[in-house]
């Protein structure tokens, strides 16, 4: 061996190399580690914002229904209080208003109103259960789709009408 590798510089020079490497060593170990600890936070990242996504996505998706929901609603409630049934009822009460107005002024009134209703009454029942509805379905206009309810209306005012104006 030549004299130049037994001095103490060399010595020393040689464990200092060979701390070196030892300490290069370590530090690829923790590089290594440290990039599998990021590859596995931003995988943990990626996974939260997937679902943090999705759940983003269902929520604006349950929005939107709620959103058509709450404008169907909307519509049917619009619908529902403009109903041709609450205009009849308040023209049903308009007449009986009437009706006790026509009692407390006009005293021939009552008597004349009670047999006129009562042959309204008995006509509209005979319509209803008798060979006049069956007449009325098969000649019925195919155009018109409410044919029996526009006449009985119709018939009941007319029938009143003429009565009470026979009995005044």
């Known amino acids: 061996m030549p004299p130049v590798l037994t001095e103490p510089f060399a010595i020393g020079l040689y464990l200092g190399l060979v701390i070196a ?18 590859k596995k936070l931003k995988q943990h990242l990626q996974t939260q914002l997937d679902l943090e996504a999705e759940s983003k996505e269902t929520r604006k998706q349950d929005i939107e229904k709620l959103k058509k929901e709450n404008e169907n609603m909307r519509i049917t409630l619009a619908n529902l209080s ?7 009822i308040r023209q049903f009460y ?6 006790d107005l ?4 006009a005293p021939g009134f009552a008597p004349a109103w009670q047999n006129t209703l009562k042959e309204a009454e008995g006509s509209v029942q005979d319509a209803e259960h008798g060979i006049v509805p069956l007449m009325k379905r098969v000649f019925a206009s195919p155009f018109k789709t409410k044919a029996l309810p526009a006449r009985k209306e119709e018939e009941e005012p007319t029938e009143e ?3 009470t104006s026979e009995a005044t």
């Open 21 to 38: 490497c030892i300490v290069w060593a370590k530090f690829l170990l923790k590089l290594r580690e440290s990039g599998k600890e990021l």
């Open 82 to 88: 403009q109903k041709p049934e609450k205009a009849e």
């Open 94 to 99: 308009v007449y009986q208003k009437a009706i």
């Open 102 to 105: 026509m009692f407390e002024r």
């Open 161 to 163: 009408n003429a009565e």
